[in-house]
């Protein structure tokens, strides 16, 4: 359940601006939540992952907006401080109105905040959404709801014309409102100097260790991935218990040891 002493966007703004990292899980049920809550995650996001790690899918697609207001709802019961994003998956957010309502529910099953993959016309759909009084989060780089027209889970933005794109990418994004980004599976350059070039706490996935904070998918940190990414760490083998793992997570993100040079692209 979030709280009074719940962490907010202004606290999260603030780490980056105090240059301290952000530790940030994908969770989906309450129990899971409750160790990651204790351990000290920051922010924990019920992410559309969960059609590939829950559901057994194959990718994201095919999610569905009560799926994760579900397992939202879920999440948010074990939470006493960390911040709850809520994912939205795809096809949610083609239009301005389709994305306010989809927003609506999520925020409602207790998401403070809304999270959306891609640029281009997603930003004045963002922009749409902030002046509303959403909270949003984008989504760039690999955008795992695009595997079919990216043709597979690659790593983006290795061309500079690429680079430079999405560092616009996320300027825009600061601009249409956005407070926070992640950005998945880009050369650890490319995510020092997206960090840089936002106010906007830059949470990373496979985008190297300058980012102002990271994600993992929770099977995956906890050796359960059916494949293991290179930006992949499992931190089960050294934690005699679940919560021993959130909490190694956490100390090796703030203290800057994950992630290392071999998960970096
Ligand atoms: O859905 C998800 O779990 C995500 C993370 C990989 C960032 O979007």
Redesign the pocket.
């Known amino acids: 359940m979030t709280t009074s002493s719940a962490l907010n966007i202004n606290q999260l703004i603030q780490m980056k601006q105090d240059r301290e990292k952000i530790a940030?899980l994908?969770c989906y049920d309450a129990t899971f939540a409750r160790a990651m809550d204790r351990a000290g995650v920051d922010i924990i996001?019920v992410?559309?992952?969960?059609g590939m790690v829950i559901q057994g899918r194959e990718s994201?697609v095919g999610v569905s907006v009560e799926d994760i207001a579900y397992h939202t709802s879920c999440v948010a019961k074990g939470l006493e401080r960390s911040f709850l994003l809520a994912?939205m998956p795809f096809g949610s957010f083609y239009s301005e109105s389709v994305a306010m309502e989809n927003a609506v529910k999520l925020l409602s099953a207790g998401g403070a905040m809304v999270?959306l993959?891609g640029a281009g016309p997603m930003i004045e759909i963002v922009d749409y959404l902030t002046s509303r009084g959403v909270p949003v989060c984008g989504?760039l780089g690999l955008t795992?709801q695009s595997v079919h027209q990216l043709g597979g889970f690659k790593v983006q933005a290795r061309e500079a014309a690429d680079a430079r794109q999405l560092v616009e990418d996320a300027v825009s994004m600061q601009q249409a409102g956005a407070q926070m980004l992640?950005v998945?599976c880009v050369p650890a350059p490319l995510g020092k100097e997206v960090s840089a070039s936002v106010d906007i706490p830059l949470?990373g996935?496979g985008a190297g260790s300058d980012c102002d904070g990271q994600?993992?998918?929770m099977h995956d940190m906890l050796g359960l991935g059916e494949w293991m990414p290179k930006f992949v760490a499992d931190f089960m083998p050294h934690s005699e218990t679940i919560q021993g793992a959130f909490e190694a997570y956490v100390l090796a993100v703030r203290e800057g040891r994950f992630p290392g040079r071999e998960h970096e692209y």
Do not use: F, R
Not at 47 to 50: A, C, F, I, K, V
């Open positions: 940030m994908t996001l992410g559309d992952s969960l994201t994912d999270k993959e989504h795992p992640v998945e949470i996935i994600v993992l998918v």
